[in-house]
């Protein structure tokens, strides 16, 4: 089993045990080591049982538990909570406000075993006649069960790209052709999948009903000829406004998409690009920008490490960060209101300075930052007091509690943060949760503009459940001279190569290299912070 698959087993067992009313210390455990292992991406593959305890936050008895998981493919504790649950209650623990305390409580006094019957009930209002549950909590379940429906069938970037790369090289090598290619929104990288489509040169019909599919993503196979291949996959591609946006296309056997778009008397415009919003007036002048590659990024920004939730040391990080070829790492474990991911209090800040110090010797002239992620505080302050605050490099300032104030409040929440001449980044703006949680509500505008006011950088988180900044607006902070930020807040070693995601997500954008604020090299991030913190 998948690290992944792992945690889940682990969340689903402790959601089921605390559903059942059992053991709270027992539960808070196993509760624990799921959500630090869904943190991360730590291969558990071939541990012994000894390897196993000697993980962090994991101990004997969760140990013990992955090796049967492991071994044989289950949990026995979690089979017998499964057996004496019904389908319909379990799967009202995906439902985002009520914990397992409150979906016990609907389904034995009021006899609820499904999300079908809690909407209905919602509708009904009989959840204000519980203890606990209110109108508001009742209107909050509904629209998280309508936002749940939604988003069935949906899938994230990230989540289907390996399965669909090998089905094209799985056609290509069947099928003895080249002319294989993924299209539509895989092809323009879009953060949320419903369909993987393909293009194949092919006479004969393809079957997407024999390919082994797993994941239960919808597969659209679309076949053509090898001389209509170019035009079939710029078609299909595009999203109707784009093709719409292109002055009398129709189909030309073409031996490559730029051949195509010259026709036309356009610039190329990368796939990723082809949404049918402001693409093609800027092709017809010549002035889409040389798109950001991964390739740009000269350090990973906003990271987590064993000081707070990550999964490996300071040092395991930073030599990984360095092996990968970047120049330097900001280390940005969580400020001390964030108790639930062990925040540094200022003592431990000190520790951690003390050994970004001793590592930066050995390392030159590769650099560790000493960052952190200050919690935004209901008021909009920041975490820490000001002599605290002036001891790092930087400070990424991001929202984790309280996301349910509106638009008005959040948005000014947000302002009073970037006016704080300590922020440097403001973290995933929204704070999103692609699929799973709607963003909080932000006047998107009066927050870019203020960073642009105050020399605040955004952040893209590229997290492939965050992804936030959300690409669209990515322009405007560009029109505004509000530079980017990409990063990974990778709370282990792995989750650098996130970089990929939001490069991808960026590049929708149209975010260039010298937008980005982590494609500045050593010499230009540390002058860029020393400048920044002449307070």
Same mark, same amino acid.
């Given at each position: ?8 087993? *682990?969340?689903? !067992? ?10 709270? &210390? ?13 943190? !991360? ?10 390897? %196993? ?11 013990? $538990?992955?090796?049967? =998981?492991?071994? !044989? ?20 623990? /995906? ?6 305390? $409150? ?7 009021? +006899? ?26 009742? +209107? ?7 936002? &749940?429906?939604?988003?069935?069938? $949906? ?85 109707? +406004?784009? @093709? ?9 056997? =073409? ?18 690009? /082809? ?6 007036? @800027? ?10 590659? %991964? ?43 964030? &108790? ?7 003592? #431990? ?9 001793? %590592? ?52 000014? /929440?947000?302002?009073?943060?970037? +006016? ?9 703006? !929204?704070? #999103?949760? *692609? ?24 952040? =893209? ?45 960026? #590049?929708?954008?149209? =975010? ?24």
């Amino acid at each position: 089993m998948s690290t992944e698959e792992i945690a889940h087993a *682990l969340k689903l !067992t402790a959601q089921l045990m605390e559903l059942h009313e059992e053991n709270p &210390f027992k539960i808070k455990s196993i509760a624990n080591a799921a959500y630090k292992l869904d943190k !991360t991406d730590i291969d558990l593959q071939g541990k012994s049982l000894e390897e %196993l305890e000697k993980i962090e936050g994991i101990g004997k008895g969760i140990a013990a $538990k992955i090796n049967e =998981l492991q071994s !044989t493919g289950n949990l026995k504790e979690l089979t017998e909570m499964v057996a004496k649950t019904p389908l319909g209650v379990i799967e009202m623990l /995906r439902i985002k406000g009520i914990g397992p305390k $409150k979906v016990g409580q609907l389904w034995r006094e009021l +006899e609820i075993e499904s999300i079908g019957e809690l909407l209905y009930a919602c509708n009904e209002n009989r959840l204000i006649t519980l203890k606990g549950f209110g109108e508001k909590t009742q +209107e909050a379940v509904k629209k998280q069960i309508e936002f &749940f429906k939604s988003n069935i069938g $949906k899938f994230h970037y990230a989540s289907v790209e390996k399965f669909a790369m090998d089905l094209v090289r799985l056609l290509k090598k069947k099928y003895k052709t080249e002319f294989v290619s993924l299209t539509g929104a895989m092809r323009r990288k879009c953060d949320i999948i419903e369909v993987v489509e393909i293009v194949i040169a092919y006479s004969g019909f393809v079957s997407a009903e024999e390919i082994e599919n797993k994941l239960g993503v919808e597969i659209k196979i679309i076949t053509c000829t090898s001389e209509g291949f170019y035009s079939m996959l710029f078609k299909t591609t595009a999203t109707t +406004e784009h @093709l719409e946006k292109i002055p009398n296309f129709k189909s030309q056997l =073409l031996t490559s998409e730029e051949a195509i778009y010259k026709v036309y008397n356009l610039q190329y415009i990368e796939p990723e690009l /082809r949404e049918g919003l402001n693409e093609v007036a @800027l092709a017809k002048e010549n002035k889409i920008p040389k798109l950001i590659e %991964l390739s740009d990024l000269k350090g990973i920004l906003h990271n987590h490490s064993t000081y707070s939730d990550g999964m490996n040391s300071l040092k395991d990080m930073a030599e990984y960060c360095k092996e990968l070829g970047y120049e330097y790492l900001g280390i940005c474990d969580h400020s001390q209101s964030a &108790f639930y991911a062990q925040g540094l209090k200022p003592d #431990r800040v000190i520790d951690q300075h003390e050994e970004i110090e001793i %590592l930066n010797e050995k390392l030159a002239p590769f650099k560790i930052f000493k960052g952190i992620e200050s919690d935004i505080l209901n008021d909009g302050s920041l975490d820490y007091t000001e002599d605290v605050l002036k001891s790092f490099d930087f400070i990424v300032a991001s929202v984790h509690s309280n996301l349910k104030m509106t638009e008005e409040k959040a948005t000014a /929440r947000l302002l009073k943060a970037i +006016e704080n001449p300590y922020t440097t980044i403001l973290g995933h703006p !929204t704070g #999103r949760l *692609l699929l799973s949680r709607p963003g909080y509500p932000i006047d998107h505008k009066k927050i870019i503009d203020a960073c642009a006011a105050n020399g605040v950088v955004i952040e =893209l988180n590229a997290h492939p459940y965050r992804l936030d900044i959300d690409w669209r607006w990515i322009e405007y902070c560009l029109e505004k001279g509000v530079k980017i930020s990409i990063n990974p807040d990778a709370h282990e070693k792995s989750g650098y190569h996130d970089m990929y995601y939001g490069t991808c997500v960026a #590049r929708k954008g149209m =975010l260039t290299k010298e937008m980005c604020f982590n494609a500045f090299s050593l010499t230009e991030m540390e002058s860029y912070f020393k400048k920044r913190n002449a307070h």
